[in-house]
């Protein structure tokens, strides 16, 4: 048989697929070297974090633009068409005004690492794949059990974030409880009839996944038991220790306490410390998701925030928060490297457990997942070129722009702080004295909509007791204090219009 070469095909892979024949190399320059100029370029027009289109006005525009053609368009067309439709209508994370998630501006260094990773398209589920990559991860793992004063038997892998860790967190508490406690393995025969007993003590702040995870895993989220928190937003541990008493005394099996270190609207960290040692106590999992918290290790002012995850049987940390990666990037890390026994699987292609024996590691038996991307080397890169020092001092930096927002805010009649902030994230609402809840609720969804609709700036909004408030996360060190000033003024303009235009009736 000999393979006949179809001319246009040819013609085709050499300008979109990346191999080693020299002109697809030329192309493969020519595309990223335009991609990165004009993004450069936007990102040097950029004026404001959202260019204000509305939800009808971006599908109406995106309904002109196939997703697909039979032939083929150039390169250069298309990047323009997806400008204009995609990139011009994204909200913009490098601009001071886009404050309203955990969604940073990415590092330059984490970027180039993205091209890296991409162009080699390692998959991290088994050595042949991913040779170099696997032992990059691993070495990178190992720093951060030291970062987080791990003991030296721990592992852990990286992940897409803190679900994915989440999860993995539940899925061990649940199976090792079973093992340990019932000698009954779950891998292998399923939920035991107990399961519909088990419990998991969070606090009432902490994130949705925790029922998520317990609802996929075949707990229910009835397992989850919700404690109340201080006016911190803390969990009250007091609480945790009788709600677990009371929970044996009713004939339910308490499995695992998830801790939270940073929660979404408030930052808030609960008494790790205390936790920890009611969680030992009962000899049960003791979880932290810091997935927002974790990157305060690297700040020499508010590391101490944190203290009390080396504690944890297992960690989730979300790079793509404070350690400023693109998304995706998480890991999940544990004290004990054997617990992967309850997450690990083996076949007969992928990761054989004889290979092992021969220095070949596969990371398959770590993850939920099979195909994986080689995330820790943007990290890698990230940590080496900025340092840590710098990274740090970036929080500092956030923290402290939070702190002066604070500051400008709470002494005014006109708004109401809830919770004295910790870290870079505020709560807080627009008021009028004597004005019933309802109204005020609406001034806020209004005062957001109408920020974010002009372009002026990009906030989110939460509920605290059932009433809306507002909410800024502020990750980009470089916001000045006249910028969060003229924030102030302009959060001022929209409400005392909103006040007027309710006394007019």
């Not at 677990?244 to 979404?264: D, H, M, S, Y």
């Not at 408030?469 to 060190?477: C, G, H, I, M, W």
Request: negative net charge; proline residues 5%.
């Amino acid at each position: 048989m000999v393979l006949m070469k179809d001319q246009t095909l040819q013609h085709t892979t050499e300008q979109t697929l990346l191999h080693l024949d020299p002109s697809s190399l030329e192309r493969f320059e020519i595309d990223l070297q335009q991609t990165v100029a004009e993004m450069a370029d936007l990102l040097r027009k950029t004026d404001k974090p959202y260019s204000g289109s509305r939800p009808e006005d971006i599908k109406h525009a995106l309904a002109s633009s196939p997703p697909a053609s039979l032939d083929g368009e150039p390169f250069a067309d298309v990047l323009e068409d997806i400008k204009e439709k995609v990139v011009k209508q994204s909200v913009m994370v490098q601009h001071p005004y886009c404050m309203a998630h955990l969604q940073c501006p990415p590092m330059i260094p984490a970027l180039a690492g993205e091209i890296i990773l991409n162009t080699l398209n390692q998959s991290m589920d088994s050595w042949d794949q991913s040779p170099a990559a696997t032992f990059t991860e691993e070495r990178l793992i190992s720093w951060l059990g030291e970062l987080f004063q791990f003991s030296p038997e721990m592992d852990g892998v990286f992940t897409s974030g803190g679900t994915q860790s989440n999860y993995m967190g539940l899925l061990m508490a649940r199976n090792q409880y079973a093992n340990n406690k019932l000698d009954h393995d779950i891998k292998q025969e399923g939920l035991p009839p107990e399961a519909s007993r088990f419990r998991i003590f969070t606090s009432e702040r902490a994130h949705f996944t925790v029922k998520q995870a317990a609802s996929q895993l075949g707990l229910g989220e009835k397992s989850v038991v919700s404690i109340p928190v201080n006016e911190k937003q803390e969990m009250d541990a007091a609480a945790c220790s009788l709600a677990v008493a009371q929970a044996r005394e009713n004939g339910l099996l308490p499995i695992a306490i998830f801790a939270t270190a940073g929660t979404t609207d408030y930052g808030s960290v609960d008494p790790l410390y205390e936790l920890a040692a009611l969680a030992k106590q009962e000899d049960i999992w003791f979880h932290v998701d810091a997935a927002y918290g974790a990157g305060l290790i690297l700040s020499d002012k508010h590391a101490d925030q944190i203290k009390g995850v080396e504690a944890a049987d297992s960690l989730t940390i979300d790079f793509h928060k404070l350690f400023y990666q693109p998304v995706s990037c998480g890991a999940f890390l544990i004290n004990e490297g054997n617990n992967f026994q309850y997450t690990s699987h083996y076949a007969d292609y992928l990761n054989p457990p004889e290979d092992e024996e021969s220095g070949m590691v596969h990371l398959a038996g770590k993850s939920v997942q099979t195909s994986r991307r080689f995330d820790a080397l943007k990290l890698w890169m990230t940590l080496r070129c900025t340092g840590t020092k710098a990274m740090g001092g970036m929080i500092d930096q956030t923290i402290e722009a939070v702190q002066f927002l604070y500051e400008k805010i709470q002494p005014l009649e006109e708004f109401e702080v809830p919770v004295v902030p910790q870290s870079n994230a505020l709560v807080f609402r627009y008021r009028e004295e004597g004005t019933a809840p309802e109204v005020l609720d609406e001034w806020n969804r209004r005062i957001k909509e109408e920020l974010f609709f002009d372009g002026t700036a990009v906030l989110a909004k939460t509920r605290l007791e059932g009433r809306q408030y507002l909410k800024v996360t502020l990750l980009n060190p470089g916001i000045s204090e006249d910028q969060i000033i003229t924030l102030i003024r302009s959060i001022l303009t929209i409400g005392r219009r909103l006040k007027e235009e309710e006394a007019r009736g």
